[in-house]
């Protein structure tokens, strides 16, 4: 089975602070994903990668970094949180070939 | 970037009823799926139809594709209570494979009452 992983399923960050959350899988999957979720406006596509050190905007950029040094790492990066990335953010990676995408558990993140 | 808005956006229905959950999205697929948040947790997915397809079954699953209407639907037949969650319709529209990206609709909440 697939497996993605998370590193913190809560997370409690304080304005300005430099947060990582941090994505593992362990399917030598090539493309992974960020997302963030918030009520009322499903999943956005923060970054992606399809591949290591490769990296793509997606919907909503702005605030956030990534870094892909390993295939099977994929991290996400606030250089300076702010209260409105309080979110549930969600990791996801996939095959080259396939769409279907699996998801790692999630980490809620509040920033006070 | 298209979207596809899932509808109802609530649904609450006693165990052992059919649940019906609708997408309708914008522009030209090559596939769509269909998953599943409990609540709190990552989403899991359930299936996929592809654009040349019309119907799919997985289990109590029943996906149905129109793409004339752009449209689907996902079917839970014979509802648990275990089946409680949120569910989201997910497009691709990318050129083949390798497109990377789904978007996502807002998902229905599902609520089977035991």
């Known amino acids: 089975d697939v497996k993605v992983t998370q590193s913190s399923r809560y997370l409690v960050k304080r304005t300005g602070e430099k947060v990582f959350l941090e994505c593992v899988q362990d399917m030598d999957h090539e493309n992974m994903f960020w997302y963030r979720q918030d009520p009322g406006l499903g999943l956005r596509l923060i970054y992606f990668?399809?591949?290591?050190?490769?990296?793509e905007k997606g919907d909503i950029p702005e605030g956030y970094s990534v870094s892909r040094e390993k295939k099977e790492r994929f991290s996400l990066i606030l250089e300076s949180a702010s209260t409105n990335q309080t979110s549930m953010y969600l990791c996801?990676?996939?095959?080259?070939?396939?769409?279907?995408?699996?998801f790692g558990p999630g980490t809620r993140l509040t920033v006070l | 970037s298209q979207q596809g808005e899932e509808d109802p956006q609530a649904l609450s229905i006693q165990e052992g009823e059919n649940a019906t959950m609708n997408c309708s999205y914008k522009t030209s697929i090559n596939n769509l799926q269909w998953y599943r948040q409990n609540s709190g947790r990552g989403l899991v997915h359930l299936i996929l139809?592809?654009?040349?397809?019309r119907e799919k079954h997985s289990g109590r699953l029943r996906v149905t594709l129109d793409t004339s209407k752009k449209s689907s639907s996902l079917l839970i037949t014979a509802s648990r209570a275990a089946d409680t969650a949120s569910y989201f319709c997910a497009t691709d529209a990318g050129s083949g494979a390798g497109s990377y990206q789904l978007t996502f609709g807002k998902g229905t909440k599902l609520s089977v009452i035991p």
């Open positions: 990668s399809y591949d290591v050190k490769m990296k």
């Open positions: 996801a990676s996939s095959h080259y070939y396939t769409d279907t995408q699996y």
């Open positions: 139809i592809r654009s040349n397809e």
